[in-house]
């Protein structure tokens, strides 16, 4: 029997704001991919067009990626005064999907 009051309830609603969290940034990783897709280059095309949308995609693009670079930020600054090393984890994950998304993203300029 444990003399430490469990507080259940903070712990489950911990676990859905980290949920809310990652849902949203699977959602913009989505989104950033099919915005900046717009301005990759076809490959068949390698050579032959000097220039691609890329201003124009990066005008719908960039603004989502701030968007969630600051909210992951703030995410990520509230879990500084946490000590669950699980939810720093999932931050770490979420961070290391959104690199992922933006090296391909580069890869097709």
């Given at each position: ?32 991919l ?19 949308g ?56």
């Amino acid at each position: 029997m444990s003399i430490t009051p469990v507080n259940h309830s903070a712990n489950n609603a911990l676990k859905s704001l980290d949920t809310a969290f990652i849902a949203a940034n699977a959602v913009g990783i989505v989104l950033y991919l099919v915005l900046a897709s717009r301005g990759w280059r076809i490959p068949e095309e390698h050579g032959m067009v000097p220039v691609t949308g890329e201003p124009f995609v990066w005008a719908f693009a960039l603004p989502v990626l701030g968007v969630f670079i600051l909210v992951d930020l703030v995410w990520g600054g509230l879990l500084l005064r946490d000590s669950q090393p699980k939810r720093k984890l999932r931050w770490l994950g979420t961070a290391a999907i959104w690199l992922l998304a933006i090296a391909i993203d580069f890869s097709h300029h």
